[in-house]
Nanobody, 118 residues
Framework: QVQLVESGGGLVQAGDSLRLSCAAS????????MGWFRQAPGKEREFVAAIGWSSGSSDYADSVKGRFTISRDNAKNTMYLQMNSLKPEDTAVYTC???????????WGQGTQVTVSS
């Protein structure tokens, strides 16, 4: 059973940085995608970024391109999201997820709160 645990959220001011972590256990990944999603109050969950676990190739939502960087450490089975130049509109619960090759986003963490004050 795959378990994903996020950490690193908090309360920051606009323009600050945060780094989120997503530690995976229960399985050693050799393929598929790991991704970050976020959900703000009253809004639907939206895609933030994803990274190929073996390839390292990444994809970003337009709203975070140039500010957020996704990475992973295969040896530690951990994914990261470096968030720079944070804006109040980045305030949300950030959740990590895993998608097997050819599959759907099927494993989810519990989420970590990021709050950006203006």
């Amino acid at each position: 059973q795959v378990q994903l645990v996020e950490s690193g959220g908090g309360l920051v001011q606009a323009g600050d940085s945060l780094r989120l972590s997503c530690a995976a256990s229960g399985r050693t990944f050799s393929s598929g995608l790991m991704g970050w999603f976020r959900q703000a109050p009253g809004k639907e969950r939206e895609f933030v970024a994803a990274i190929g676990w073996s390839s390292g190739s990444s994809d970003y939502a337009d709203s975070v391109k140039g500010r957020f960087t996704i990475s992973r450490d295969n040896a530690k089975n951990t994914m990261y999201l470096q968030m720079n130049s944070l804006k109040p509109e980045d305030t949300a619960v950030y959740t990590c997820s895993y998608r097997a090759a050819g599959g759907r986003w099927s494993y989810w963490g519990q989420g970590t709160q990021v709050t950006v004050s203006s």
